[in-house]
């Protein structure tokens, strides 16, 4: 089993900056994908950035230029940066962890752009 935390969620205003933090436990194997998803209140939950164990990275293009992910696997730690959101990044975002098999979510964590 995988156990996702997620931290680092909260308000922030427009145009300023955010980093949320992922922190993975568990049975952990070096092959696998890490990424972020979101849902806004009333939408479908959206692919937001993912990262692989080697490093390579994909993002959507609504925060392409915008967020950065990268991943700490010494601690087995996820992070995105979130540099000048807004109001429409307003949702609840989840870490997810991905294996051969499986996916694995996080419990989400609240981020709120306004001013």
């Known amino acids: 089993q995988v156990q996702l935390v997620e931290s680092g969620g909260g308000l922030v205003q427009p145009g300023g900056s955010l980093r949320l933090s992922c922190a993975a436990s568990g049975s952990i194997f070096s092959d696998n994908r890490m990424g972020w998803y979101r849902q806004a209140p009333g939408k479908e939950r959206e692919f937001v950035a993912v990262i692989t164990n080697g490093g390579s990275t994909n993002y959507a293009d609504s925060v392409k230029g915008r967020f950065t992910i990268s991943r700490d696997s010494a601690k087995n730690t996820l992070y995105l940066q979130m540099n000048s959101p807004n109001p429409e990044d307003t949702a609840v975002y989840y870490c997810?962890?991905?294996?051969?098999?499986?996916?694995?979510w996080g419990q989400g964590t609240q981020v709120t752009v306004s001013s």
């Open positions: 997810t962890l991905t294996t051969i098999d499986r996916i694995y």
